[in-house]
């Protein structure tokens, strides 16, 4: 199956092993200082605005298909409201421990899958 960078980016449904976790998010933050520095610089500082939301989107995308790797819903992301102790365990669960051993219900393992990055 391949997937899209779109599909990577914008829709929660899917796994994420951490290694493509982590550059996609990497590259999303860069997009996002590029895009925040150019608008500041042609527009003011009130326009980087824009960039912010569908960072937070992407971002929590990505954590989403992070957590169903673990064999964990969404709604896990709720644990950033829980100060201190519910980003530690976040960050725990998304950066630290693998993803579950062979399919779960969020779809096939994505490690050794070499298309998953292809785009279309």
């Known amino acids: 199956m391949k997937t899209s960078l779109l599909h990577l980016l914008l829709s929660p449904g899917g796994r994420l092993r951490r290694r493509t976790f982590w550059t996609s998010l990497g590259l999303a933050s860069v997009a ?24 937070l989107w992407i971002a929590a995308v990505l954590m989403i298909k992070r ?11 709720l644990l950033l409201l829980i100060p201190l102790l519910g980003p530690l365990w976040l ?15 969020y779809g096939a393992n994505p490690r050794g899958r070499a298309d998953y990055l292809t785009v279309r």
């Open 32 to 55: 996002l200082a590029g895009s925040w520095w150019i608008l500041d610089i042609t527009f003011g500082s009130t326009a980087t605005w824009f960039v912010h939301l569908p960072f």
């Open 67 to 77: 957590l169903h790797d673990r064999g964990r819903s969404g709604w896990w992301l």
């Open 91 to 105: 960050a725990l669960e998304l950066v630290f421990l693998g993803g579950s051993a062979g399919p779960n219900r």
